[in-house]
């Protein structure tokens, strides 16, 4: 059984940094990419950054491009998002996301999510 968990979200000031991990279990995710997603209160699920699993190629929406870092540990099957330069717009439910790039729709996974909330 495939399990996403996300932790290290919580209250920060605008300006703070945050890192969340995401734990993932169950199946080799090698061809997978690994991504963090968001939502506000009232709006939709939006893309955050991703990672390719092995080769460790990024992107990043350009809301967070240059505040935010993804990364993963293969050893410790986790993929972080570190988080600096907050903002209150930053403000959501972020989660972690894994899916096949060649099936997207179809083979894919979310983890619960993890509130963030920064403080003006």
């Known amino acids: 059984q495939v399990q996403l968990v996300e932790s290290g979200g919580g209250l920060v000031q605008a300006g703070g940094s945050l890192r969340l991990f995401c734990a993932a279990s169950g199946r080799t995710f090698r061809t997978y990419r690994m991504g963090w997603f968001r939502q506000a209160p009232g709006k939709e699920r939006e893309f955050v950054a991703h990672i390719t699993w092995c080769g460790g190629s990024t992107f990043y929406a350009d809301s967070v491009k240059g505040r935010f870092t993804i990364s993963n540990d293969k050893s410790q099957n986790t993929v972080y998002l570190q988080m600096n330069g907050l903002k209150p717009e930053d403000t959501a439910v972020y989660y972690c996301?894994?899916?096949?790039?060649?099936?997207?729709?179809?083979?894919?996974?979310w983890g619960q999510g993890t509130q963030v909330t920064v403080s003006s």
């Open positions: 996301n894994a899916r096949n790039p060649v099936a997207p729709a179809t083979d894919a996974y």
